[in-house]
């Protein structure tokens, strides 16, 4: 805008400077948001001890979207101890059934109200919980995933409805399921990630407060934006699909996914 402003506008007066002047001040408050998230800010380092590996392949397939075997190469690829479904139902349970193979230990919820969730699992996940937080149809799955015998890593993972026409008229219940999360993670002693489709950008006032609340740490920031979401538009994405954990545990390698069809790329993370 700044740059068509200025190339268009022949006399200047004083609603020109005045217009100038707050598209500057726009610019430069929107990269104060965003720096954090550039490769050029330090990256938040752990000293904690780690406890153990784990690493997980997160995506939102898109429950119309028949590619099950893009998804399935993506798996193959990564090779995740993990691998979480959003937007998951019957058909893509069936689709994706071969991972079963390697991914023994599941927790299946296919729903056809685009908030299905399947969760795929190399070792056993203890302490499995399926909460409908806010809504009756629009779970979350909660588990605990061993490094070792001793060693649990808890796993919380989401998938808010956002606001829109056809969803919800505000975010009232997106922010709220972020915050009961946040209070449940309080009450905990052990490292914990959070995961999924969140529906927000990782600058909003509500992402920034969960993060204040839980303590949570953001492995995009000194990173890079890792944008999901439109898979479709390279010219108009954001990272609406996000992975927090907590500050035992530090991210070794994150790698967003090839485009399998879904309207979000997947997001691999290595977690030590």
């Given at each position: 805008?700044?740059?068509?402003?200025?190339?268009?506008?022949?006399?200047?007066t004083?609603?020109?400077?005045?217009?100038?002047?707050?598209?500057?001040?726009?610019?430069?408050?929107?990269?104060?948001?965003?720096?954090?998230?550039?490769?050029?800010?330090?990256?938040?380092?752990?000293?904690?001890?780690?406890d153990?590996?784990?690493?997980?392949?997160?995506?939102?397939?898109?429950?119309?979207?028949?590619?099950?075997?893009?998804?399935?190469?993506?798996?193959?690829?990564?090779?995740?101890?993990?691998?979480?479904?959003?937007?998951?139902?019957?058909?893509?349970?069936?689709?994706?059934?071969e991972?079963?193979?390697?991914?023994?230990?599941?927790?299946?919820?296919?729903?056809?109200?685009?908030?299905?969730?399947?969760?795929y699992?190399?070792?056993?996940?203890?302490?499995?919980?399926?909460?409908y937080?806010?809504?009756?149809?629009?779970?979350?799955?909660?588990?605990?995933?061993?490094?070792?015998?001793?060693?649990?890593?808890?796993?919380?993972?989401?998938?808010?409805?956002?606001?829109?026409?056809?969803?919800?008229e505000?975010?009232?219940?997106?922010?709220?399921?972020?915050?009961?999360?946040?209070?449940?993670?309080?009450?905990?002693?052990?490292?914990?990630v959070?995961?999924?489709?969140?529906?927000?950008?990782?600058?909003?006032?509500?992402t920034?407060?969960?993060?204040?609340?839980?303590?949570?740490?953001?492995?995009?920031?000194?990173?890079?934006?890792?944008?999901?979401?439109?898979?479709?538009?390279?010219?108009?994405?954001?990272?609406?699909?996000?992975?927090?954990?907590?500050?035992?545990?530090?991210?070794?390698?994150?790698?967003?996914?090839?485009?399998?069809?879904?309207?979000?790329?997947?997001?691999?993370?290595?977690?030590?």
């Amino acid at each position: 805008m700044l740059g068509l402003f200025l190339y268009f506008e022949e006399s200047y007066t004083i609603l020109s400077w005045a217009l100038v002047t707050t598209l500057v001040a726009s610019i430069v408050y929107q990269l104060f948001k965003v720096f954090p998230y550039s490769s050029l800010f330090p990256r938040t380092r752990s000293h904690a001890k780690t406890d153990g590996h784990v690493s997980i392949l997160a995506g939102n397939v898109l429950q119309t979207n028949t590619s099950y075997p893009a998804f399935l190469d993506e798996t193959k690829r990564f090779d995740p101890d993990l691998v979480l479904t959003m937007e998951s139902n019957k058909d893509w349970e069936n689709g994706i059934s071969e991972i079963e193979e390697k991914y023994p230990f599941t927790i299946k919820v296919p729903l056809e109200n685009f908030y299905g969730m399947h969760l795929y699992s190399k070792k056993e996940v203890k302490n499995i919980e399926v909460k409908y937080q806010i809504e009756d149809d629009k779970p979350s799955i909660f588990f605990d995933f061993y490094t070792d015998e001793n060693s649990p890593i808890h796993f919380c993972c989401l998938h808010p409805v956002p606001p829109s026409p056809t969803e919800n008229e505000t975010s009232k219940e997106r922010d709220a399921e972020l915050m009961l999360t946040g209070k449940r993670i309080r009450k905990m002693d052990k490292p914990t990630v959070v995961c999924g489709d969140m529906n927000d950008v990782v600058w909003s006032r509500t992402t920034r407060l969960f993060k204040k609340i839980t303590g949570m740490i953001d492995p995009r920031v000194g990173r890079g934006f890792f944008s999901t979401f439109h898979a479709g538009y390279f010219f108009l994405r954001f990272p609406l699909d996000h992975l927090f954990h907590t500050r035992d545990l530090y991210v070794g390698k994150m790698v967003r996914s090839k485009n399998f069809g879904s309207d979000h790329f997947a997001m691999y993370t290595h977690y030590r």
